[in-house]
């Protein structure tokens, strides 16, 4: 058995995904009440964004339970010693990704997540799984949080926040990929900028769509710090 499929973080991953159905179907109803040109400006501006996560506070938003599993395979197979997220919710994908570190022997976990409420629940979630030691959630603005305090090479990056900040958020990791790093970007055909990043012939990544809302891409050359 692995440290996802047995207590204590399997019993608690069983309940987070079924709260997490619940209010999904709850913010469903919400989302189709909203116009088209609503629903776009929650992606399309910065400003927008902001308010539309500010009212999703007590929704998970979490990744699917197949997502999920990948997000662990991924980080088991790579071997990864050092992952970024960006979007912490209540921890759903966190979890996986710690459970991948402690499967591997140890590494450390960096999360950002801007909603107060969101982080102590999340911080309490990774608490009762035993992975506090290998997970650090940051509280604040994603651009100003994992802009300092970085390791020198990141293995894996999880993308599962704002969908317009994709590009900003890839940009400002990208010194530290080296070179096989593997990133995963949740829901991104909601960030059309992102996917021309990735997929483009010459930026240094291959990419592909996985599953129906996911992107999976491996940085296929090391640049800045890594390229030194």
Do not use: C
């Not at 964004?49 to 197979?77: C, I, M, N, P, W």
């Not at 991948?100 to 976990?109: E, P, S, V």
């Not at 960096?110 to 009762?128: C, G, L, Q, T």
């Not at 293995?155 to 590009?167: H, I, T």
């Amino acid at each position: 058995m692995t440290t996802l499929t047995k207590p204590p973080l399997s019993t608690l991953l069983d309940q987070l995904f079924a709260d997490a159905d619940a209010t999904q179907s709850i913010l469903m109803q919400q989302m189709e009440q909203l116009s088209p040109e609503a629903r776009q400006a929650m992606v399309a501006s910065s400003a927008d964004y902001r308010q539309f996560y500010a009212r999703a506070k007590d929704f998970h938003l979490a990744v699917s339970r197949e997502t999920g599993v990948l997000l662990y395979l991924l980080a088991r197979s790579s071997r990864a010693r050092s992952i970024v997220e960006f979007g912490t919710s209540f921890g759903i994908s966190t979890l996986h990704l710690a459970a991948a570190l402690r499967d591997n022997g140890g590494g450390r976990l960096i999360s950002s997540e801007f909603e107060p409420s969101k982080v102590v629940k999340a911080r309490y979630n990774i608490e009762a799984a035993g992975l506090a030691d290998l997970a650090e959630i940051r509280e604040g603005d994603a651009l100003e949080t994992l802009a300092r305090d970085l390791p020198e090479s990141i293995d894996l990056v999880m993308l599962d926040g704002a969908k317009v900040l994709y590009p900003n958020i890839l940009a400002l990791l990208e010194p530290r990929l080296s070179a096989g790093a593997l990133i995963v970007a949740d829901n991104a055909d909601w960030s059309p900028e992102y996917l021309a990043r990735v997929r483009a012939p010459d930026g240094g990544y291959l990419s592909l769509p996985f599953s129906d809302d996911v992107e999976l891409s491996i940085r296929t050359a090391a640049t800045g710090r890594q390229a030194r």
